[in-house]
């Protein structure tokens, strides 16, 4: 059995060495074939960027690389590598695109041209407002215009006049005329002396508002008149008659008011938001509810200096010409003064493009069919229709016009019920492109991230806390300073500026890091919930 033992060994040994050696050169020829493979592969093509997001988790992206306030350079974004959430794009099927109505327009360089609209009533020019007043005591002995509203030409007759002053002006007058007449032959002297007491008559007479016609009826006739003649000295409408005749007049007392309406003014209100856009000398368009067909120009020459209290306006007056006398006093118009806030162009969206929450102002950038990027955008001024955009894209990206705000809405239903657990395997999209919620989830905690600091101000109003805090690990943020907003304003009531304090950070929908939880450093758990020990999520 001996024999048998060691030649079963020794065929044993034999195979297993039989099977080392084909092993081993099945690999060795294996080896080279395979890294000839790997160098002649092809190389791998580079991934697209898409976007640049904030290394904060903000709602803020951007298409080419910069740097946030801290200094801290934007992540990018390739593509296949988006949010499935939509937090920064928003997917829509094609055919909910075509049902929406969705439609888009190119941002572009436009010049800004607003119309501001207001409403008045016309009103005489101050300017052009005369007043007859005597300067004498005298009685009225027949009016000659006695009608309100009737128009008047420069030096017609007003009315006749009886007064004793008159009578002994004209008197003194015709005495130093006849002085003169007597020393005709005398010393140049005494003719001097007469001739300065004759003008002087004169103008005694000039003073009180006589007519020149008057004066020199006077001269003319020599004769001393009863009832002296005063006249229009302007043409215009008689405003106001407060003359009877046969009345007695003193001096300083109104007769007549009469008002030149070649021009008028146009008093209008201006709302106190549109004061910027109005300035000296602008052309204003001007209706007349009496002349629909009619289009009267004037300008603006007057901006007063207050605002009315009740109604937060501003009175300009438009000065406009008044050909034929078309234009009433008190008639009511309405104005339109075209204003160019910059007369260089900017970049304009259309107003319909901005969703405007009251806080921040966004746009849905284009990025492909069907996929809408919201993007945060700072604006300037607003004219028909465009608004002026200072921040946020460029000339040339096309924005939705039409339907974003339906967008927007879908887009919040989506994440609202992600939100509550629905996610992607918890609803689906029906044939019509609407979400169908599925059965109830409990919502789940948002991941919170713990960090300590101290306060440098606080405002209540806002519900806004700035923090100088060290570094936050689990979110990967270094030590700075920065600005929260508080869920809960109450958690703000106990706390002042330098205290020290821990607090916890959760994640809201829109990717902004809020403040869940804040006490003093060391102190006792908050009736709102302890401060959690833990780093994050």
Do not use: C
């Amino acid at each position: 059995m001996k024999p048998i033992a060691i030649a079963t060994t020794m065929l044993a040994l034999a195979a297993t060495a039989l099977g080392t050696g084909y092993w081993w050169g099945a690999n060795r020829q294996a080896a080279p074939a395979v890294q000839g493979a790997s160098q002649h592969s092809p190389a791998q093509p580079e991934r697209r960027i898409l976007y640049y997001r904030n290394p904060m988790g903000l709602p803020d992206i951007s298409p080419v690389p910069k740097k946030d306030p801290m200094g801290m350079d934007y992540i990018p974004v390739y593509e296949g590598e988006e949010p499935e959430g939509g937090e920064a794009l928003v997917k829509i099927s094609l055919d909910r695109v075509q049902k929406l109505g969705v439609k888009t327009e190119a941002a572009a360089a436009r010049e800004l041209q607003r119309t501001v609209r207001a409403v008045g009533a016309l009103e005489a020019n101050e300017r052009q407002l005369y007043t007859v007043t005597p300067k004498f005591e005298g009685w009225i002995q027949k009016l000659h215009v006695n009608a309100t509203g009737e128009p008047v030409r420069r030096g017609q007759p007003l009315m006749d006049v009886y007064s004793p002053d008159l009578i002994t002006a004209q008197q003194e007058y015709l005495i130093a005329w006849k002085g003169l007449q007597a020393v005709k032959e005398g010393a140049p002297e005494i003719q001097e002396s007469m001739q300065r007491l004759v003008e002087s008559t004169l103008q005694r007479l000039r003073n009180w508002d006589i007519s020149e016609q008057e004066l020199l009826r006077l001269q003319r006739d020599g004769q001393v008149t009863q009832f002296l003649t005063l006249r229009s000295p302007v043409d215009g409408v008689v405003l106001e008659k407060p003359a009877l005749q046969g009345m007695r007049f003193m001096p300083g007392e109104v007769l007549y008011r009469i008002a030149n309406l070649a021009s008028v003014w146009l008093l209008v209100d201006v709302f106190e938001q549109d004061l910027a856009l109005v300035r000296l000398g602008q052309p204003a368009r001007i209706r007349i509810d009496a002349y629909p067909d009619k289009v009267f120009g004037g300008k603006v020459v007057f901006i007063y200096p207050t605002v009315a209290p009740e109604t937060r306006t501003a009175k300009v007056r438009i000065e406009l010409p008044n050909p034929g006398g078309l234009l009433k006093l008190a008639m009511y118009a309405r104005v339109e003064i075209i204003s160019s806030p910059n007369k260089a162009k900017v970049l304009a969206v259309p107003d319909s493009a901005v969703l405007d929450s009251g806080v921040r102002q966004v746009v849905l950038v284009e990025r492909g069919e069907g996929l809408y990027e919201p993007r945060e955008v700072k604006l300037g001024a607003r004219a028909d229709g465009y608004a002026e955009v200072l921040e946020g894209i460029k000339e040339g990206e096309r924005v939705v016009v039409s339907a974003n705000f339906l967008i927007d809405a879908e887009s919040n239903l989506k994440a609202a019920l992600g939100a509550f657990g629905h996610g992607t395997h918890g609803s689906k999209p029906g044939e019509d492109g609407q979400v169908k919620p599925a059965a109830p989830a409990a919502a789940p905690s948002p991941a919170a991230h713990r960090g300590e600091g101290s306060i440098k101000t606080i405002d209540l109003s806002r519900a806004m806390v700035k923090l100088a805090h060290g570094p936050i690990d689990s979110l990967q943020w270094p030590a700075m300073t920065m600005d929260f907003r508080v869920k809960d304003p109450a958690l703000l009531q106990s706390l002042k500026p330098g205290q020290k304090i821990a607090f916890e950070l959760v994640e809201e929908a829109g990717g902004e890091y809020v403040i869940a939880r804040i006490q003093p450093a060391g102190a006792s758990p908050a009736a709102s919930g302890p401060i959690s020990g833990h780093k994050g999520h």
